[in-house]
């Protein structure tokens, strides 16, 4: 009886075994699948995005620079052809003259914002780009005149990364920003009436490739 159970045993076994192995490739086929897939998702909503971005950007610029931003791997920065890089954003310095509001709608109709200055790299960058008898408003402003400015994008206006000049701002009226270069202290940032006509600096991030 006993040595004719034994095969009985085997034979339970083995098919145990072959069920595990069995449900251990299923699940390790459903899993590849489901990254395959997520993989897939992924880059579809990335590249779709960008794709999106690509299509609006060209409306309004007629054609774009990439920088090789990668180091282990390849990553291409763009900017509009007649675009400044620097970071992770691109900068237009507009020629002509107008009020604050429409500065501001000019930059958005090209996919961008007035500028928004976080670094004093970033401000180190964009005054080497400017005319020295020119002035240029910022994506900042004081709508209610009570010392409360605030970034055109949201950014947290942060007192730690300031460039007024000294005892600016100085005029509740004078509701808007400009950068300006003063003798002898070189560029910084002054309250101006925001109907006054001035050149402005556009912002937009880079499309990453």
């Given at each position: 009886?006993?040595?004719e159970g034994r095969p009985q045993g085997r034979e339970k076994g083995v098919c145990w075994s072959l069920r595990l192995w069995s449900v251990a490739v299923i699940s390790m086929v459903l899993l590849s699948a489901c990254f395959i897939v997520s993989c897939v998702v992924t880059y579809h909503f990335t590249h779709g995005k960008t794709d999106k971005r690509l299509s609006e950007l060209h409306i309004y610029h007629s054609g774009l620079t990439c920088f090789s931003e990668g180091t282990r791997v390849t990553v291409w920065g763009c900017c509009p052809?007649?675009?400044k890089s620097f970071g992770s954003s691109c900068?237009?310095?507009?020629t002509e003259e107008s009020v604050w509001t429409k500065s501001e709608q000019n930059c958005v109709e090209m996919g961008a914002h007035l500028v928004v200055i976080n670094t004093e790299a970033e401000q180190n960058f964009i005054v080497q780009q400017l005319n020295e008898s020119l002035s240029y408003f910022l994506g900042l402003s004081d709508p209610q005149g009570n010392g409360n400015w605030q970034w055109i994008d949201q950014?947290?206006?942060k007192k730690n990364v300031r460039f007024w000049h000294p005892n600016e701002p100085n005029f509740s009226a004078e509701q808007c920003a400009s950068i300006v270069f003063w003798k002898p202290g070189g560029w910084g940032w002054n309250d101006v009436?925001?109907?006054t006509l001035r050149n402005s600096i556009c912002e937009m991030k880079k499309i990453y490739l």
């Open positions: 009886m006993v040595q052809s007649t675009w900068y237009f310095i507009s950014t947290p206006f009436f925001c109907d």
